[in-house]
């Protein structure tokens, strides 16, 4: 018999750990159990980053958006945006299958009708509904099947123009007024008099004398009976001074003088029109076409948006075939005088870039292939954006830049890839949502790049990838459906389905829907890998323009299932037009700024955590929630 001792445990104590913001951003292919990195010293990134952006400092919650228009009746869905910039003349379009409307300046965001308190539509004598129409006004061009646009601004004999393909449609020249047709022979003008009947867009107008016809596109009036028409298609001419013009629809009027040259018209091979291109480019002041579903691209004169096009084959580049599914100028730091050396990319569907260089393919002096290179299969033909002289192109391998793929060998390029960090995520999306429809944009004035994949055939909910162009850190956005985008005066605004046309990262609501932001930073074992965590309590320190109600919570063990999202903040509506108290409420740029740090209890138990943050913003004014860092208590439990 001896006796022993009783210890009693010892009473754990309470250890604090912090964790700065996740400026790294989203993170998806660190090694679990290393989250800094085998070094310790990696930045902090997240497991996930919704609706926040990625800052060199700090990550913010990401704004709204705000409805800019709805194109149509809102039964298609908007396809393409594009813009013309010349001097003080910028105008914004948007387009759908259908239709392309002017959207520069829209009064209304949406279509409504005026009804009675109960419900009654409020008509006139002759069944017409009072209302209004978002878009119904604004078409500048219409009776499309196919609204994948591909869109380039060029100069030409003095003048800027807009040149669009789609590949299913006749394209379309924009000479900054009006949209034209963009076929062979072009656009003539033919003036009138003596007006008898107003003629018809749409009609044919044909000379009594010369048997000529020609398709009316436009029709200007110069003063009374007197006017000009624009025509296109015209045969059998030319018309003759003084004879009569009638068309289909009873118009009538005397020619004044023949028709003549308005625009030039475009002429590929027998049998070819501007219907079958599918994409336009520019390089050394050349238009280049994308032949679609072949590997033919066709390029124009210098400074000329018409004439006869040449064909330049490339079935004998492309190894592994496909078709030819875009094309960029790209400029490399290699001139022989030391400057950016400007080349011609061909990139086919089966992941091939081929780059020339010289003059045009018929200037045999200067014109040469310098290499055929490996880049995965391209997401799209407006999956690439642009920076300075480089393209970076989303393929199924990841984004990536041309400037490395010509450096290294397919199977090394995911590693060399500026979306690396989210290499995961990014192949899961591919196998998932297709290898077909992605968009990208470059937002220079908010430093950054967005991709939109499809939402793929399981319908799967959309997604936004987002990187921060200056620090290449990545995030996701919800909730934006995004089918296309364009920078147009600043600001980024994208299509969806249903025709939104919306003004991005604007206000503090998704078009009056709360949208919840959602942050869990790598997971971390808080150098104790073998024992057990216990959370006690937990803030983060954010800055925001109100006092924000967020939910903040244990993740154990890898889990990245977070709680249901909090209710919306509730903001003051001092600042929002409308509700201000005029002498007392302030301007948004000159709210306060509000620390946010209060401590919240936590529960649940892992070998491996992190501190999960959310908060939901549903006003109109922006939250603008910053996350400063993080911090929270636990306890550890004994080894056994």
């Known amino acids: 018999m001896y006796g022993r001792t009783l210890q009693r445990p010892k009473q754990r104590k309470s250890q604090i750990k912090k964790l700065p913001a996740p400026t790294a951003g989203w993170i998806s292919n660190r090694a679990l159990a290393v989250p800094n990195g085998p070094d310790g010293k990696a930045p902090q990134g ?78 006139d004598g002759n069944g017409n509904v009072f209302g209004w129409s978002s878009t119904q006004f604004l078409s500048v061009m219409g009776a499309f099947t196919g609204g994948d646009w591909s869109v380039v601004q060029f100069a030409a004999s003095g003048a800027i123009f807009l040149v669009g393909v789609n590949g299913k449609d006749t394209g379309f020249i924009y000479d900054g007024a009006v949209f034209y047709p963009y076929v062979a022979g072009g656009i003539q003008i033919l003036a009138y008099d003596d007006e008898v009947e107003p003629f018809t867009i749409g009609e044919t107008v044909t000379g009594g004398t010369s048997g000529a016809t020609g398709i009316v596109w436009q029709i200007e009036e110069t003063g009374s009976g007197e006017g000009i028409l624009y025509i296109y298609g015209v045969e059998n001419g030319p018309f003759v001074d003084d004879e009569t013009l009638t068309d289909g629809d009873d118009g009538e009027a005397t020619a004044n003088g023949a028709e003549a040259d308005y625009l030039p018209g475009i002429e590929f091979g027998t049998g070819i029109t501007s219907a079958d291109m599918s994409f336009v480019w520019v390089y050394k002041n050349r238009l280049y076409f994308v032949q679609k579903d072949t590997l033919d691209a066709w390029y124009l004169e210098v400074d000329s948006v018409g004439g006869a096009a040449t064909k330049f084959p490339m079935s004998g580049i492309f190894g592994l075939g496909g078709s030819l599914l875009f094309g960029q100028r790209w400029s490399l730091s290699s001139g022989g005088d030391g400057g950016l050396s400007e080349q011609n990319a061909f990139v086919s569907t089966e992941g091939e870039v081929a780059i020339f260089q010289g003059l045009s393919p018929e200037d045999t002096t200067t014109w040469g292939q310098v290499g055929l290179y490996r880049v995965g299969r391209p997401l799209g033909k407006n999956a690439f954006i642009r920076g300075a002289g480089d393209i970076a192109i989303a393929t199924s391998v990841g984004l990536v830049p041309l400037s490395k793929a010509i450096e290294l060998d397919l199977t090394a390029l995911t590693a060399a890839s500026i979306s690396y960090p989210v290499a995961d995520a990014w192949g899961n999306a591919v196998e998932q949502r297709g290898l077909e429809a992605w968009h990208g944009e470059v937002w220079p004035e908010q430093k950054i790049a967005a991709f939109s994949p499809p939402t793929g055939g399981a319908g799967l909910p959309p997604v936004l990838f987002v990187a921060n162009t200056e620090t290449g850190a990545w995030s996701r956005f919800t909730g934006w459906d995004v089918r296309c985008m364009e920078v147009f005066e600043g600001r980024l605004l994208f299509g969806e389905p249903g025709g939104g046309v919306f003004i991005a990262n604007e206000t503090g609501s998704d078009d009056g829907v709360p949208y919840t932001g959602a942050v869990i930073p790598l997971f971390d074992d808080f150098g104790a890998p073998g024992a057990r965590k216990i959370p006690k309590v937990g803030r983060y320190v954010t800055r925001a323009s109100a006092m924000v109600a967020p939910r903040i919570s244990w993740q154990g063990d890898y889990s990245e299932t977070l709680p249901a999202a909090p209710n919306a903040t509730e903001l003051m509506g001092g600042s929002v037009w409308g509700q201000g108290i005029w002498g007392q409420s302030q301007w948004v740029e000159s709210l306060p700024r509000f620390i946010n740090d209060g401590w919240k209890s936590l529960g649940g138990t892992g070998y491996y955590g992190s501190l999960a943050y959310q908060v939901t913003s549903g006003s109109a004014q922006p939250l603008d929630d910053e996350i400063i860092s993080a911090e929270l208590t636990y306890e550890v439990t004994e080894l056994l």
């Open 46 to 123: 997240a497991a996930v980053l919704d609706n926040f952006i990625p800052r060199a400092t700090s990550v913010i919650l990401r704004r709204g958006k705000r409805r800019h228009c709805t194109l149509g009746n809102g039964s298609e869905d908007a396809t393409a945006l594009f813009s013309y910039k010349d001097g003080q003349n910028r105008k914004l379009f948007g387009a759908t299958e259908t239709t392309i409307y002017d959207i520069t300046d829209v009064e209304f965001a949406t279509d409504a009708e005026i009804s009675t308190e109960d419900g009654d539509l409020i008509e």
